[in-house]
């Protein structure tokens, strides 16, 4: 094993949830006059922690989000998620292997604990992801595109930087991985390859992760 420590991304790399939020937030930002499509919505958020999302509206429309907005958005995805989440395909595979070869592996998400817990009880995942494992951006000042969720989760877990993957999916999460000193393997199902760049390596299929971590 190349590495003493896999750090997944949750949204899009071990939960299938960014077409569905990405849905609903677009849906939600175009019901409160702010005129958004589902493309849009995937260029400018995906990978983005809630602060972002406020961040951006209030910098393109001098219009702030209602102070609801986290709740509302939250209960129609979880909603959704119940009815429609499923793992990543090749997911399950990956975490078994990394299980069985006994290489530590942790989630470093965007997303809140909560958002995390529930996807990962909805599609299964939960058996893989105990307490220790889990690091949401909620932990840190700061979410992607800055290094600081990546490094809080290799000092708890006990790595140092330079001994880290990080697997991800958007541009920020690449950004915020090689800000923090790690190699990066970019997942391409949804993002352009083109947009992840700066990563250490691309890949298209979860079947090709465990061949490029060894």
């Not at 959704?80 to 399950?92: D, K, M, N, T």
């Not at 690091?135 to 000092?155: M, T, Y």
């Not at 708890?156 to 950004?175: A, K, N």
């Amino acid at each position: 094993m190349r590495y003493d420590l896999v750090i997944f991304d949750n949204d899009g790399v071990l939960v299938d949830s960014e077409p569905i939020s990405n849905r609903l937030l677009a849906a939600y930002l175009t019901e409160l006059g702010h005129p958004t499509s589902y493309e849009d919505s995937i260029r400018d958020y995906m990978g983005s922690a809630m602060h972002r999302i406020h961040d951006l509206v209030l910098e393109r429309t001098g219009e702030r989000l209602p102070v609801e907005f986290d709740d509302v958005f939250h209960r129609r995805v979880f909603e959704a998620f119940e009815r429609e989440l499923r793992p990543v395909a090749g997911a399950v595979d990956v975490l078994e292997k990394l299980a069985a070869d006994e290489v530590p592996y942790c989630v470093a998400s965007s997303g809140s604990h909560e958002r995390i817990r529930v996807g990962h009880r909805t599609t299964g995942l939960d058996r893989w992801f105990e307490e220790s494992r889990i690091f949401s951006s909620q932990d840190v000042g700061k979410g992607k595109p800055a290094p600081d969720l990546f490094l809080h989760a290799a000092e708890r877990m006990g790595v140092v930087p330079g001994r880290c993957v990080v697997v991800e999916d958007s541009p920020l999460g690449v950004q915020a991985a090689v800000a923090a000193g790690m190699d990066v393997y970019g997942f391409t199902r949804m993002t352009p390859a083109a947009k992840l760049a700066g990563a250490t390596q691309l890949f298209s299929d979860m079947g090709e992760l465990p061949a490029l971590l060894s």
